[in-house]
T-cell receptor, first 112, second 113 residues
């Protein structure tokens, strides 16, 4: 079963706009990660935020984590057509913290 | 390129058959994870090996089994295949025995007819 739920399920924006995706999870975590998947291909790790961090930046990506609400958000600024992909949050809650539990994903379409 | 390789890329087989998927982790990574991605179930963790030992099990069916060899490559065996087993199967690797950053292979697309 999916631990995380992502919102929205799909998002369509214009190039240059910002895209925000949200993730909610159920159990306590050590870290939360975001991955990108281009259609039918392997997942690419984007960013990891630990449970004692509230915000983290990497290039055009900004991730926030609110452990009291069990939620995270991924912001992509100044989006590009190449950002078109599905984005998944993943947590290490459960399975003895050995494996990742993925959310259902947000499909982002960036129109040129 | 993540450094994780998976073979084959595509596999088409019939119900009732058995297949083997292969994964080579990144150089130096001791953990190998297997995930299944299907339209109805999303990304599901199947099983993890660390340095040859099974360490965690997820939603893996009894018809499925895996192992990690001394050279750290891993194989996922799927038997008595059913139509519902059609999915993308991903292997991921990481250096550690806990869920930190994982590096995913390109996947094997299995189609059961």
């Amino acid at each position: 079963s999916q631990q995380g739920e992502e919102d929205p399920q799909a998002l369509s924006i214009q190039e240059g706009e910002n895209a925000t995706m949200n993730c909610s999870y159920k159990t306590s975590i050590n870290n939360l990660q975001w991955y990108r998947q281009n259609s039918g291909r392997g997942l690419v790790h984007l960013i990891l935020i630990r449970s004692n961090e509230r915000e983290k930046h990497s290039g055009r990506l900004r991730v926030t984590l609110d452990t009291s609400k069990k939620s995270s958000s991924l912001l992509i600024t100044a989006s590009r057509a190449a950002d078109t992909a599905s984005y998944f949050c993943a947590t290490d809650g459960g399975t003895g913290r050995r494996a990742l539990t993925f959310g259902s994903g947000t499909r982002l379409q960036v129109q040129p | 390129d993540s450094g994780v390789t998976q073979t084959p890329k595509h596999l088409i087989t019939a119900t009732g058959q058995r297949v083997t998927l292969r994964c080579s982790p990144r150089s130096g990574d001791l953990s190998v994870y297997w995930y299944q991605q299907s339209l109805d179930q999303g990304l599901q963790f199947l099983i993890q090996y660390y340095n040859g030992e099974e360490r965690a099990k997820g939603n893996i069916l009894e018809r499925f089994s895996a192992q990690q060899f001394p050279d750290l490559h891993s194989e996922l065996n799927l038997s008595s295949l059913e139509l519902g087993d059609s999915a993308l199967y991903f292997c991921a690797s990481s250096p550690r025995d806990y869920a930190d950053t994982q590096y995913f292979g390109p996947g094997t697309r299995l189609t059961v007819l």
